[in-house]
């Protein structure tokens, strides 16, 4: 039997990693479904879950997964699963239900190229904008992307904390990259380990309001069987949980799950900033890319370039208001990631034509290199 | 109630008198408590609620049984049965 | 002119009215639906039953059946359109103590959720799942449904419905369920003591419940809904432990009701337990 947390230097798989970041963060069940390359989370879940005293179950495809997760998370127990591009798609219109129903839980996405089926076994990173908008309707959703398998470890603890403290959906962007790639990564010992869990109700059971947000702006959750009598729909409903057809009660809702994301920008976006302070170019990327990015910025430093970057550990909500303030002392921002540009229409946006915006990128299938990254910023400089 | 003979059981058998109870408002006018009350206890009567269905009402009270039929057939939680008196057979 | 009854009725409280949410009354299923009659003996049979009431939740997906879950007061989720059954996998493998009842329409669980369905038989997961098989898209205005007779009227079969329906319970019994039954609306008591024998069962148990949809069903086939409580009546038998094959559903010659499948296969969690713990 082994302990929820392996304290100690491993050597592994940065998709092991995140597996061992769940455990380590409470996770007591997940429902999954294989796919390249996120099936080994799924692998190493299955074998590590029932001897802390979890569950794991396959199920039939994604849509069941993401269904069984959110089903899970109302039981009271932190949840999650993991896919990569043709799952997340299906995945969708559970996570919409997630969203509205304020429930706790943490999809992963090992990223590979795509559209459709594309390069099961090779990375890319053009998910981002489909994890920001993927499900219908208008809602605020966390994403954060892991640049090593440490962070695959750490984000995914970090992750599981930012989904109970908001009653979100908390997406983790990963690639396969960094899925597939070993690294050594230090798991602390377990008191070191900082969770969180979800607000509790107190009080009075009768006439209880799951959907009344506290002062946190969060509303505290009952767990089925607790006594509570909760109603949850993925209509529109009021605080009651009862649905409710007017446009009323839609702006409200809305207000109430857009508004605990939006508040809270300051606690939940988290960037690393390398050498910022005299930047003429500024790179901006997250992932495998960073990488690339930190590396292309040294050898431009070596050759007496101001180069600084910007790491994006929160994908969504955007760190607009950092990406603003340096478009204000900054030349250029050169976005670094395996697309066509997407997180590089943020960089666009925010910078609000205050420097010029280039981008890095390709269609996917591989990394980017530092020679690439260097090359452009010569270009630029 | 007259018997050719004196059953053994008359002090031990006992039957109900119902009495039918019908919460107006939820009423849709199914007709479905009418149609199956296997006493023909119920008609429809000449007016209607506030959303404009025409009620139940008891046409023959005392055929009333209390089987509780028409009580688990509505499907709008509208009318129920329940004991009158008991007396014997 | 008749006039409208003008009674102030003192609070009158229904026998059931504790386990609904009264606020929510009167519910939106159409006058002569037989949803309402499903969901009533649903709740009578939880009380009989003597499940512990507040370890119980309903999972419910989308469509007129769905709606149900919004008027029971205990837990209850009204989910995505076909998913209540993975849903209700997750509550109960996350915690076994829970009752679980998947409460739902023929269209959510068969068309869209069919595969779930299978799979949640086929695992066995230890919860009831009730279907109103109203032979129809009821909540979308009448369209066809994989239980849609042969031949019958909709919105998108307007010159009658091309494809043969699904035979429910056999679908059910090759899929692994523990426990398959059908009825109708009108066999109430039946119904009742079926869908409590169910809740105390250990396993994946399914109940098969005709019931008139008339406003969209009944209308398009010109069917009214007390005639259709006739045939119900009149062109049902029940025969219990009848071979599943047999079942197919054919109202020019009779439909069989009872239980046809009572068997004891361990349960999912029994034997997640055995074969993935270390003990």
């Not at chain 1, 099936?39 to 396959?58: D, N, R, W, Y």
């Not at chain 1, 495998?288 to 969504?316: C, D, E, H, P, Y």
């Not at chain 3, 432990?241 to 079942?247: A, F, I, M, R």
Request: hydrophobic share 40%; aromatic share 8%; with cysteine.
């Amino acid at each position: 039997m082994r302990p929820a947390v392996i304290t100690g230097e491993h050597y592994i798989t940065g998709d092991e990693a995140c597996a061992e970041g769940a455990l380590a963060a409470g996770c007591k069940f997940f429902g999954g479904y294989p796919i390249t390359p996120a099936t080994e989370i799924a692998e190493h879940m299955s074998k590590c879950l029932p001897e802390v005293g979890g569950t794991f179950i396959q199920m039939e495809d994604e849509i069941a997964a993401m269904a069984s997760i959110i089903g899970a998370s109302w039981a009271g127990v932190k949840s999650m699963t993991s896919t990569s591009g043709p799952g997340f798609s299906l995945m969708m219109e559970n996570i919409g239900l997630a969203v509205s129903t304020e429930t706790p839980c943490v999809v992963v996405n090992v990223q590979r190229a795509g559209p459709s089926t594309g390069l099961p076994t090779m990375g890319a990173q053009g998910d981002m904008m489909q994890a920001r908008w993927g499900s219908h309707g208008h809602y605020e959703i966390i994403a954060l992307a892991p640049s090593s398998a440490q962070e695959m470890f750490s984000q995914t603890i970090t992750a599981f904390n930012l989904s109970e403290k908001y009653r979100t959906p908390v997406l983790l962007m990963a690639d396969e990259v960094i899925g597939h790639m070993s690294e050594k990564v230090i798991i602390p010992e377990a008191k070191e380990i900082i969770t969180a869990s979800r607000p509790r109700p107190k009080g009075e059971k009768e006439g209880f309001m799951p959907f009344q947000p506290g002062e946190s702006g969060v509303a505290p959750m009952p767990s089925a069987g607790d006594g509570y009598k909760i109603h949850v729909t993925g209509l529109t409903h009021d605080e009651r949980g009862y649905p409710v057809m007017t446009v009323e009660a839609q702006a409200q809702m809305m207000e109430r799950i857009v508004k605990k994301i939006r508040d809270n920008r300051d606690d939940i976006i988290m960037t690393e900033s390398y050498q910022l302070d005299d930047a003429e170019i500024i790179l901006v990327s997250y992932g495998i890319s960073a990488r690339t990015s930190l590396s292309a910025m040294n050898q431009a430093r070596a050759l007496g370039m101001k180069v600084g970057f910007l790491k994006l550990l929160t994908i969504w909500p955007f760190a607009e208001e950092k990406v603003r303030e340096l478009a204000k002392k900054t030349r250029a921002f050169i976005t670094v990631e395996i697309n066509y540009g997407q997180i590089h229409l943020e960089v666009m946006r925010s910078s609000a034509g205050m420097a010029e915006c280039h981008l890095v990128g390709h269609a996917g299938g591989t990394v980017i290199t530092p020679e690439q990254v260097l090359n452009r910023i010569k270009e630029v400089y | 109630m007259k018997f050719l003979g004196e059953p053994y059981d008359t002090d031990v058998i006992k039957i109900a008198k119902g009495r039918v109870v019908i919460i107006e408002e939820r009423c849709k006018g199914c007709g479905y408590c009418i149609e199956f009350c296997p006493r023909s206890v119920l008609a429809f009567s000449k007016g209607f609620n506030k959303k404009g269905y025409h009620l139940p009402v008891a046409q023959n009270p005392n055929e009333c049984v209390n089987c509780h039929y028409c009580e688990i057939i509505c499907p709008e939680f509208a009318i129920f049965s329940e004991v009158h008196t008991i007396s014997k057979l | 002119m008749a006039a409208e009854i003008q009674s102030s009725q003192p609070e009158i409280v229904h026998p059931l009215d504790h386990l609904i949410r009264t606020d929510r009354i009167p519910h939106i299923w159409c006058p002569g639906c037989g949803i309402g009659t499903v969901f009533s003996a649903c709740l009578k049979a939880m009380i009989s039953s003597g499940i512990d009431l507040e370890k119980t939740c309903m999972v419910s997906g989308i469509g007129c059946t769905g709606r149900g879950a919004g008027y029971l007061n205990l837990d209850s989720f009204h989910t995505t359109h076909g998913r209540a059954i993975p849903f209700a996998t997750g509550l109960k493998l996350a915690n076994p103590e829970l009752n679980v009842i998947v409460f739902s329409g023929d269209g959510d669980l068969f068309a869209i959720g069919g595969n779930h369905f299978i799979h949640g038989a086929r695992r066995n997961v230890d919860m009831t799942v009730i279907c109103v098989n109203n032979l129809i898209y009821g909540m979308t205005g009448g369209q066809v449904a994989a239980t849609t007779p042969v031949n019958a009227k909709t919105t998108t079969t307007q010159l009658g419905n091309p494809d043969a329906p699904f035979n429910l319970p056999l679908l059910a019994w090759a899929s692994g369920a523990n426990y398959v039954a059908r009825w109708t609306m009108l066999h109430i008591r039946k119904l009742t003591a079926c869908i409590e024998k169910a809740l105390t069962r250990s396993g994946f148990s399914f109940i098969e419940v005709l019931a008139p949809c008339p406003t969209n069903y009944g209308r398009k086939n010109k069917e009214k809904s007390l005639e259709t409580l006739k045939l119900y009546r009149d062109r049902t038998i029940i025969k219990n432990n009848v071979d599943p094959s047999e079942l197919d559903m054919d109202f020019e010659k009779e439909i069989i009701l009872g239980e046809f499948v009572s068997r004891e296969r361990p349960t999912c969690i029994e034997n997640y337990d055995r074969t993935c713990r270390i003990p």
